[in-house]
């Protein structure tokens, strides 16, 4: 794969142009009022451009075109087998503008150009295929009855799909709902982060090209508060589908309550527990793991491996190897390709990853690593990797997610008390089990209150595996055959025969 250097890199973001419009039944638009904000790239904290600043009327005017689109029928109604295909096109078109669309996420977020190019956007297409190819694999049921009788069970498409995506892995997180919510045959209307719309713009675009019918895809562009709430609270949206936190997931919840009582969907916080007992048959894969599954991203990952539970026996140790793999972790330019650490999204987020910082040092807990900020060439948000250790379960760093390179290292006795830790937490996303003993690992996956369990890894994905949580963490599942049950409604039908 003949990838650009460092300077090819630069060269291409010096010659960026970014789409500032939004895109409403086939064409870029801009609001309706006229109003645009301001991107900023992390990295320099300088403003990258001005885009369209949509409200409820853009909304509006987005739902009718999706809603024109859903009726005409022209992609509700195709075979299947023929969505498939376009899908699989379009995952063809995203690897072709592979380039592109991992600069766009360097820019939007700061994140490191080669972990952009080889992960987020093979994995966004990835995704797209995938549903395309399983599609028409799909089959509805009959079920037994009496002679005079036919009755079947049948899957249909929702309508309209409100798509709201974050910040931190914006086209990857929009191909997960995407992907499954075209294949059914319903109308999106996506609504990424403020910070990072650019991608999902060229989405749009490449989605025509596809062959998916004008209405059936569109962007809203704009904050959250004027946006993506008239988004949630529109009557005439059947679906919301949203990862992000679980406040503003709380908040869509209530809009579908005081709206049309939509079908919401949440993918959430999360924090995470990583237990790691004494007899782990591979140390060397444990450690990096606990490493990179809490600085990969700069921490901005809702399954961040953010809190170590070590047994007590190996705990210094182990401690002091994971310090060792975050000192190799140092930020730079994210359009360096030897880059392995970029910059926090913007300063708000900066500036709440330092205020946990300061409040783990105040609780008690000892720094062993970072605590500190960086620049690079004297600009840009960046957070050194932070490790504490001597946390407790009831410290903040413990309890509160931080979306940032904080990993908070707690220690247990035996598994019982491991396990108490680990489900002593609002939240129930991921969890990871490190040991040779199967009664332990089964025992582990069958208490712990999460929704994706690793044994002798961390956050092990697959498209084909479900991604979501308990508690706190979410509602419904990102991933695999079962997430196109979100965006369908099931039909029972009996036909009563001579």
């Keep these: 794969m003949n990838l650009p250097d460092y300077d090819g890199w630069q060269k291409l973001s010096q010659d960026f142009k970014h789409q500032t419009k939004a895109f409403i039944g086939g064409e870029y638009v801009d609001a309706l009022s006229g109003k645009t904000y301001e ?30 689109a859903f009726n005409a029928k022209h992609w509700s109604r195709m075979a299947a087998r023929d969505r498939g295909v376009i899908l699989q096109k379009l995952a063809g078109l995203v690897l072709e ?32 295929k995938w549903y395309g190819e399983a599609i028409d694999k799909l089959t509805d049921e009959v079920v037994a009855t009496p002679d005079n009788v036919r009755a079947t069970i049948t899957r249909e498409p929702m309508g309209v799909v409100g798509v709201v995506v974050p910040w931190n892995f914006p086209l990857l997180m929009a191909c997960w709902k995407i992907a499954p919510a075209l294949a059914a045959g319903n109308s999106v209307i996506v609504k990424p982060s403020e910070q990072t719309p650019q991608s999902i713009l060229k989405l749009a675009e490449l989605a025509i090209i596809a062959g998916i019918p004008d209405g059936v895809f569109n962007v809203i562009t704009g904050h959250g508060a004027e946006a993506g709430s008239a988004i949630g609270l529109h009557n005439d949206i059947d679906c919301l589908t949203f990862t992000g936190s679980t406040a503003i997931g709380k908040k869509f919840l209530e809009y579908s309550g005081r709206s049309n009582m939509k079908a919401v969907w949440l993918e959430c916080g999360g924090k995470n527990p990583n237990i790691v007992m004494a007899d782990c048959p591979d140390m060397d894969k444990a450690v990096m793991s606990a490493a990179m599954n809490v600085f990969f991203n700069q921490g901005e990952v809702c399954a961040s491996a953010s809190r170590l539970l070590i047994e007590e026996s190996i705990r210094d140790e182990f401690i002091e190897r994971v310090v060792e793999v975050g000192k190799t972790r140092i930020p730079g330019d994210p359009l360096d390709p030897k880059t392995n650490m970029g910059a926090i999204v913007d300063r708000n987020q900066f500036d709440r990853i330092n205020g946990y910082i300061t409040k783990g040092s105040e609780e008690g807990a000892e720094l062993m690593l970072g605590g500190d900020t960086a620049t690079v060439d004297g600009k840009g948000l960046y957070v050194n990797p932070t490790i504490f250790k001597n946390v407790t379960n009831n410290m903040t760093i413990a309890r509160e997610e931080i979306f940032g390179p904080v990993l908070a290292a707690i220690s247990f006795k035996g598994i019982d008390e491991a396990i108490t830790i680990a489900n002593d937490s609002p939240y129930g996303l991921a969890a990871g089990i490190w040991t040779r003993d199967i009664n332990i690992a089964h025992k582990a996956d069958r208490d712990l209150q999460a929704g994706a369990v690793s044994i002798n890894s961390f956050n092990s994905i697959d498209i084909a595996m479900p991604f979501g949580g308990y508690k706190q963490s979410g509602i419904g599942v990102d991933k695999s055959l079962h997430a196109i049950e979100k965006y369908t409604n099931m039909k029972s039908t009996w036909l009563e025969l001579d």
Excluded: F
Excluded at 43 to 66: P, Q
Excluded at 104 to 123: Q, S, T, Y
């Design 39 to 68: 991107t900023i790239n992390p990295a320099t904290e300088k403003m990258s451009a001005h885009i369209a600043s949509c409200d409820r009327h853009d909304v509006d005017k987005a739902v009718k075109s999706a809603r024109a």
């Design 97 to 128: 503008n592979a380039d592109q669309l991992a600069l766009m996420e360097c820019l939007n977020v700061g994140k490191p150009i080669m972990e952009a190019r080889m992960a987020d956007i093979n994995l966004a297409a990835a995704a797209l």
